[in-house]
């Protein structure tokens, strides 16, 4: 129905459209022609973001009920926006970086409707934009957006790109446990370059926490002018 419509069509630009705009990467968002399956990939050149995303600036082809302003400031949409907000809030805080996140529709004159990105840091009053933050925040942001599984219309691959770019080597474990757990709903590819990313996988598989047949680790060996691809036993 049309309220379904809606809710996969906003929820499918906060999760898959909004990180790719956060890096320029648009044309790395694939959807299959029945709409029935979707992978979102993010790069390891990301920018430093902005602080507030239009909407009508990256959907131009997409469906007409976009230009309907009512989806972005409707009560379903704003419930998505709070779900996603919250989701992301823990996750930032779980890498030991205290703050809180809020997504919030807006409507800026000349410009339109959009998404504006919010800072919170633990314990404060005021609210601050992507700017205000540390690089390693922005950074990781899309990686966490990317495989949000917010709405109906998710995202059933993810493919990330260095995800620990711009993290200590603390959190560069734990966004491999915070990927991990977001595995159990859609299937995440990463390339990484992360020892303590890897030897987090490696402890989860240890504590029982994560089958090997859960996870494939291939490590691509350049041999002269090509390489050759291993499957390490973790």
């Not at 800072?119 to 949000?148: C, D, M, S, Y």
């Not at 990927?179 to 709903?185: C, E, M, T, Y």
């Amino acid at each position: 129905d049309s309220e379904t419509k809606e809710r996969r069509i906003v929820s499918s630009w906060v999760a898959q459209l909004l990180p790719l705009a956060m890096c320029e990467s648009r044309s790395r968002y694939f959807i299959d022609e029945d709409d029935s399956y979707e992978v979102s990939a993010v790069e390891a050149v990301r920018n430093e973001g902005k602080n507030f995303y239009s909407l009508s600036e990256f959907i131009t082809d997409w469906p007409s009920i976009l230009t309907d302003k009512k989806i972005y400031t409707g009560e379903q949409v704003n419930k998505i926006l709070e779900n996603v907000s919250r989701s992301i809030s823990q996750s930032l805080n779980d890498l030991k970086l205290p703050y809180q996140f809020k997504l919030q529709t807006t409507n800026k004159q000349n410009v339109g409707y959009g998404v504006e990105i919010l800072f919170q840091k633990n314990g404060a009053t005021n609210w601050v934009t992507l700017r205000h933050v540390g690089t390693g925040i922005g950074q990781v942001i899309p990686v966490l957006l990317a495989t949000e599984s917010q709405g109906e219309s998710i995202a059933e691959m993810s493919l990330l790109r260095q995800p620990e770019l711009h993290l200590h080597p603390r959190q560069q474990a734990d966004l491999a446990e915070i990927l991990v757990q977001k595995s159990k709903v859609r299937q995440i590819v990463c390339e990484t370059h992360s020892e303590m990313f890897i030897a987090r996988i490696q402890r989860l598989i240890r504590r029982g926490e994560l089958a090997p047949s859960e996870v494939s680790v291939l490590y691509v060996d350049p041999i002269g002018v090509s390489s050759q691809v291993k499957e390490l036993r973790l």
